[in-house]
């Protein structure tokens, strides 16, 4: 199979559209019979393993149809006795490699997901399909080049982010890390930051992907004036193109009368931001590093999900690396309330604008997921963008499915929604965590926050009013109730610092140095509170 | 103005349209900005030159002559530009800069230091035109332009020996041309004979057009194709050009005072006069050139004749399919080439015939109707083998798909197409050497497998037409021509050795489905187990509807131990299917009742016999299981007897004999009326209910030949149906709430007169239940149809009954029924 390096050096750049980026050309039914197909062929594998037998009770379903009606919906714990311990001799397909994911704080310590060769080799074609369509401004416009610099922001293998945004997308297109895997990987995550903003300053920097609050960081720090400090002013004289291109951005800067922005020194093609911090802050990325933006949508058991297009009508979704059956919201709150409950799910093609649903998917190509439960909600935001002729549906992540706070059935606050007010609001954070709790047997938000702010009431006004300016729903009930069910606690200062540095004591994994922002544990507060 | 200066401003213009076209193409991209730079170049170079056509005194011209100096230094170093970013080598970057740099240096030399380059302008003897002195530096801008030039072709030529694509080499070859173009115009402004005349200009221009075809046709024609039958065209415009400079030669003679005849009007007026003439000798000029060019390719034509003769003497499926990539093979010399056709049977698209490497499985090889290979072949003519790793079409592909074009070492797929009918498809390899089929060699196969598509359809259509002949129209398998035909086939194997199975096989109470669900429920539950049959068997077995509801599955080489593990994998299936399906269809679960027997040479002739003998039993199994489940299901829910649960066992019974299927259901209702009449109550009725439903309950032990004989019974065959009614009695005395009917079953054929059985009871001694019984099950027998006489009319049976009143019946009975039953016909005849 040829990559998209060896296209591009031979000039057939239809070519490369074509292999990467032209499930944008697909008809949903082409996209439904490719989704038949491929569970058919999965379907037959499956039926020829262990973990596939005890999945689906010894019986192979021959149609979509038997698969939907008699095949169990899954999660993780019903694979962990064997993935746990990597077990391959039950797969349907001989792993190619093993990725590590972070399960929810408390649930596992983490999780590792077997990727047979064929699925890590289409989830990197469709990061490298995320790149091309970010980096272009219409269909069919290739602007990487061989060798473009990449910032090496991410999570280093066995992480998903590492085996499939470094490894498997080198293995498509020769691009250069800032800085090089081999040495990121022996790296802190703040000393390889500054390692490869200072090494582009002097090769450029030519795609990002991670999180946004951290594009945010660098920009605020060049704003303030700090961006610059870490590089030595002496030190230029030996490298001339970093020269070159400081003196350029300050030129640039200084005739637009302000300070020195990222974007004054590189051009970024474009920068995927992923996380839940994304629609936040996407604004001030913009502003910092100019307006190549793009969102993306994934998880480890499944790889992409959904990339964004030019419409910036949601992200359009990947066809053919899972198959997906979606929970209408109404079934997941009915098995929630009933949990003997089993709820339908529905396709691809018989999705609705607007509604929120719960993923499920079965993976593709040898995989090893069955109707498994990622434990997130999406919501469709189109079925397609006939602007751009695309005919594929889009969604927006909603939220992780359990981490919607309802509140006197009134509103759903999210992670994202609360994170947005309080960003919205003005008041200076550092971080914060958000519980549901009850008071008199009425429930509330519990908000913990970490702010240099004292004035509790003030600021506990403030987000609450930004939440009402969000929130439709969310004014009502103030209305209506005359209150706003939000009890804020400020943090004593450093308590998430504190927190990472205690769970680095205690030797929990990467993804866990964090506390989870929607109901953390009691212990997880104490331990947040503790630290004055 | 001079013919060079309108030479310039079309060259211009192109430039200037070029850039246009190449901007909007792709500003953001670094190739088309590379390529808009040189068009750039290019330009400047035109436009320079243009001011230097048309300079009236010498300062202008050595003005204009020294900023064009700079424009072939800088093309060169920009043509190097675009082939590095066509080459995306970022290695090449420094150099880029540096040619950068050296041509704003030129630049500014021109400017500021021309006497170094152009020192001087003298006037041309013949054209009037102001000719340059070159200076020092322009050979030493030169060389170093050349340097970037070699450095450009050298990386051209390592990329063309490296790439195995066609149409990149093709590129390259395009480029390189190209360069030559370029080359040849730069080095004629060094002699001085040449200096005069634009040939820098014409060959840059030519060079810009060809450059710019290269990159918008992606998919371009072969170089080497395009070349030849473009040098050969344009032999005749050579011939013409000669001509008309002839005669241009001729008017310069003859009216050397004629004014302006130089002139770029006059030019094209003696030229379009030329053209007239010569244009009808263009076509047969034309023709010849084809004739002579394509004739080195004889051999595609030796083939496509040959076909054609060929396919009409060639009726055999088989044959032409082998004749075909034979002919593909020999004469286009690839390594492996096979043809697929569809399946008549499973409707997948296989091997039919195959030249070169067989893969070790190649039976397995093939592509189902809804593969997406199919799909996309049945809209186009041909599909290159990278494509499938490309179309995202073709990402429903299954990894087993996808290994088989990779064993058949595939380049490029053909398909058969007869009027958008995807019938087949080529699959054609590289070259015995390794080369990649050229773009012509394509052509012609593309063309050829349109001329095979018409043949095999013509093939399958006959074959289609023999198969229609040896097919059952509603099942779709094969029917009982076929089957007698198979048979004789296999005795000539068998004389060799080895064994014949046969599974004779039919649907347990099938009248039962099309009495109650219609005859098209009866035709899909057929179609639906012909279905299920040809996927339990193995490849090669034959699935043949024998008669009505019968199948005969014949089994080459099978054991009876094979036979009886084909047999299981049906029962699975069919029970697969009862799961699924089934059970949404029909309220009853489609049972298959199979005799397997398997035979050698000697007694082939019986096997069919055996066989079905095989199944009779079975079938007689199959309804005692029947029965014991409806008896099981009863005893089971002891406490829960209902009407029901009575009725499916009398229905057991029934299915044995088709002649009395519903006689039970019937006397129920006509002894329960009667009852009422009799004034019988409560418990009384239940049980005589129950009892008229299983009176015939012992039928289960009486052979089913017996019961359907159409003949005169012998004394013995008497003798068993006559013990129906104690076996009957003995079943329901084992079900403790049907114990009360016991009597009533055992009695209901004695006679009222003493004579019947089993005990010879008379009179009032037989039970009343079983009096009542008598006359119900005599009645409803005189109006149904038996396998010895038919039925009687009403009037008939009515007569029959009061003729026996006191000799067989009861005649207060009799009277009684004769009342209930002619007051309802009478309400039926009034109404």
Not at chain 1, 223 to 250: D, F, H, Q, Y
Not at chain 2, 187 to 202: E, S
Not at chain 2, 237 to 252: P, Q, V
Not at chain 2, 658 to 670: A, F, K, Q
């Amino acid at each position: 199979m040829e990559t998209a390096g060896e296209l591009l050096k031979q000039g057939r750049r239809r070519d490369i559209w074509t292999k990467y980026c032209g499930f944008l050309d697909l008809t949903l039914p082409e996209v439904m019979d490719i989704q038949r197909r491929l569970l058919l062929e999965q379907l037959q594998l499956l039926g020829s393993s262990a973990i596939g037998k005890e999945i689906m009770g010894g019986k192979t379903p021959q149609t979509v149809e038997e698969f939907r009606e008699t095949v169990p919906l899954t999660k993780y714990k019903d694979y962990a006795h064997y993935l746990l311990e990597k077990d391959e001799s039950v797969l349907p397909e001989m792993p190619y490699c093993w990725v590590r994911t972070s399960g929810r704080s408390g649930e596992y310590r983490f999780k590792w997901v077997p990727y047979t060769y064929r699925f890590w080799y289409r989830t990197g074609q469709y990061a490298i399909a995320a790149l091309l369509i970010g980096s272009s401004r219409k269909k069919g416009e290739i602007v990487l080049e061989l060798g473009d610099k990449v910032l090496f922001t991410l999570a280093p293998q066995p992480y998903m982010s590492g085996e499939i945004m470094v490894k498997a997308v080198l293995a498509h297109f020769p691009f250069e890390f800032l800085p090089p895997p081999e040495v990121a990987e022996k790296m802190d995550f703040f000393e390889r930051i500054q390692l490869g903003l200072e090494m582009s300053m002097e090769k450029d920097l030519n795609i990002f992907y991670g999180l946004a609050s951290l594009l945010v960081a660098v920009g605020k720090r060049f704003e303030e004036g700090t961006g610059r400090s870490s590089i030595k002013p002496l030190t230029l004289l030996v490298r001339p193109r970093a020269l070159a291109r400081i003196v350029k951005g300050l030129v640039k800067s200084r005739l637009q009368k302000r300070a020195l922005l990222p974007r004054d020194l590189w051009q970024p093609k474009v920068m995927i931001l992923g996380g839940m911090d994304s629609a936040i802050f996407r604004d001030q990325v913009e502003y910092y590093w100019g307006e190549n933006t793009m969102e993306g949508y994934g998880f480890s058991e499944g790889g992409g999900m959904s990339y964004e297009t030019w419409g910036r009508k949601g992200q359009a979704i990947i066809p053919d690396l899972n198959f997906m059956e979606f929970i209408p919201y109404k079934e997941y709150l009915k098995e929630k309330e009933d949990p003997a409950h089993k709820p339908r799910t529905l396709l691809l093609d018989e999705l609705k604008p607007g509604e929120i649903y719960e993923v499920v998917i079965t993976n593709f190509l040898g995989g090893t997921f069955i109707r498994y439960r990622v434990g997130d909600l999406i919501r469709i935001t189109a079925m397609g963008d006939p602007e751009h002729n695309i005919d594929l549906p889009h969604l927006e992540f909603y939220s992780r499915a359990d981490d919607v706070i309802d509140l006197a059935g009134f509103t759903r606050l999210t992670e994202s929604s609360i994170w947005k007010a309080i960003a919205n609001s003005g008041v200076p954070y550092t971080d914060w965590a958000a519980r549901k709790e009850y008071r008199d047997d009425r429930p509330l938000l519990k908000l913990l926050l970490e702010t240099p702010g004292q004035d509790a009431a003030e600021i506990r006004e403030k987000i609450v009013q930004a939440m009402m300016n969000l929130d439709s729903d969310y004014r009502d009930m103030v209305e209506m109730l005359g209150g706003s069910l939000l009890e804020l606690e400020i943090l004593p200062p450093g308590a998430f610092q504190y927190y990472m540095e205690e769970m680095q004591r205690r030797g929990a994994d990467l993804a866990h140095l964090k506390p989870p922002r929607i109901n953390p544990s009691p212990e997880m507060i104490a331990i947040l509170r503790r630290s004055d | 103005m001079a013919l060079y200066s309108y030479i310039s401003i079309f060259a211009l213009i192109c430039y200037i349209g070029l850039i246009v076209l190449v901007l909007k193409r792709g500003y953001r991209e670094v190739l088309y900005r590379a390529m808009a730079i040189y068009l750039a170049a290019m330009a400047y170079w035109q436009l320079t030159s243009l001011f230097v056509s048309i300079s009236r005194t010498p300062e202008q011209a050595l003005f204009w002559y020294r900023m064009m100096t700079i424009g072939p230094g800088a093309v060169f170093i920009f043509f190097f530009s675009f082939v590095s970013a066509f080459r995306h080598d970022p290695r090449r970057k420094p150099m880029r800069q540096i040619g950068t740099l050296f041509s704003v240096y030129i630049l500014m030399t021109g400017l500021f230091a021309g006497k170094f380059l152009v020192p001087g302008v003298e006037r041309h003897a013949s054209t009037g035109l102001y000719i340059p002195a070159l200076g020092p530096l322009i050979p030493v801008y030169f060389i170093i332009s050349l340097a970037f030039l070699a450095v450009a072709i050298y990386d051209l030529v390592k990329d063309y020996r490296g790439s195995r694509n066609e149409e990149h080499r093709s590129r390259i070859r395009y480029l390189l041309l190209a360069v030559l173009l370029v080359f040849i115009g730069g080095a004629a402004n060094f002699d001085p004979h040449l200096r005069g005349y634009p040939i820098d200009i014409v060959t840059n221009l030519s060079h810009a057009l060809l450059i710019t075809y290269a990159i918008f046709r992606h998919r371009l024609l072969n170089i080497k194709l395009a070349l030849k039958t473009g040098l050969l065209y344009s032999t005749l415009t050579i011939t013409i050009t000669a001509l008309n400079l002839l005669l241009m030669f001729f008017l310069k003679t003859v009216f050397s005072e004629f004014a302006g005849y130089t002139t770029f009007g006059a030019v094209l007026i003696v030229a379009f006069l030329l053209a007239i003439f010569f244009n009808s000798l263009r076509e047969r000029f034309q023709q010849g050139i084809d004739r002579l060019f394509w004739g080195k390719r004889y051999g595609y034509y030796q083939m496509m004749r040959d076909f054609a003769v060929a396919s009409v003497s060639l009726i055999s499926l088989n044959d032409l399919a082998n004749k075909v990539t034979a002919m593909i093979q020999d004469t286009v010399q690839v390594s492996t080439v096979a043809l697929f056709l569809q399946d008549p049977e499973q409707a997948d698209y296989r091997i039919w015939s195959m030249r070169g490497p067989a893969p070790p499985d190649l039976k397995t090889v093939s592509f189902s109707k809804d593969s997406p290979l199919v799909r996309v072949l049945a809209r186009k003519h041909s599909l290159p083998a990278r494509e499938v790793h490309l179309l995202p079409q073709l990402h429903g592909l299954w990894k087993a798909e996808i290994e088989s074009i990779t064993v058949l070492h595939v380049e490029n797929f053909f398909s058969l197409l007869f009027k958008d009918t995807l019938i087949g498809f080529l699959t054609v390899s590289s070259h015995v050497s390794g080369r990649p089929l050229s773009e012509q060699e394509k052509e012609l196969l593309k063309f050829f497998a349109n001329q095979v598509a018409v043949s095999i359809n013509n093939a399958l259509s006959f074959e289609r037409m023999r198969r229609m002949s040896i097919t059952d129209p509603l099942t779709g398998v094969f029917n009982r021509r076929y089957f007698n035909e198979a048979i004789e086939q296999e005795k000539e194997r068998l004389e060799d050795g080895g064994s014949l199975g046969l599974i004779m096989l039919d649907v347990f109470n099938f009248k039962y489905y099309n009495d109650h669900y219609g005859h098209p429920a009866g035709d899909l539950l057929l179609k639906e187990l012909a279905r299920l049959l040809q996927e339990s068997v193995r490849s090669g077995d034959i699935v043949v509807r024998y008669g009505g509801d019968e199948f005969a599955i014949l089994l080459p080489g099978a054991t009876l131990q094979t036979g009886h593990l084909v047999a299981e994998r049906i029962r699975e299936k069919v029970e697969q299917w009862n799961r699924r399906l089934g059970l949404k269809l029909f309220e009853e679960k489609l049972t298959v009742t199979m005799g397997v027997y398997a035979v050698g040479c000697r007694n082939l002739d019986d096997l069919v016999k055996l066989a079905d003998k095989e199944l009779y039993l079975a079938r007689e199994s199959e309804e005692r299981r029947n029965l014991l489940r409806s008896l099981e299901r009863l005893n089971k829910d002891r406490q829960k007897l209902s009407f029901e649960m009575v009725l499916g066992l009398a229905r057991a019974v029934e299915l044995r004999d088709p002649y009395t299927r519903g006689h039970s259901e019937r006397v129920n209702r006509l002894a329960v009326k009667l009852g009422r009449v009799l004034g019988l109550q409560g418990p009384e009725i239940e049980k005589l209910g129950y009892a008229a439903l299983l009176h015939d309950l012992g039928k289960i032990a009486v052979p089913r030949s017996i019961l359907q004989k159409r003949g005169t019974l012998t004394a013995t065959e008497m003798r068993l149906v006559q013990e129906h009614s104690v076996i009957g009695e003995e079943i329901v005395q084992a079900i403790n709430l049907l114990h009360g009917t016991a009597p009533l079953i055992r009695h209901h054929h004695e006679r009222y007169d003493g004579g019947g059985y089993p005990d010879g009871l008379k009179g009032k001694a037989i039970p009343l239940g079983a009096r009542i019984l008598a006359v119900t099950d005599s009645y409803d027998a005189m109006l149904s149809s038996r396998p010895y006489r038919s039925a009687l009319t009403f009037d008939e049976a009515i007569g029959e009954l009061r003729r026996h009143a006191g000799s067989q019946f009861d005649p207060e009975i009799v009277l009684a029924f004769t009342g209930l039953v002619e007051s309802r016909a009478d309400r039926a005849g009034q109404a």
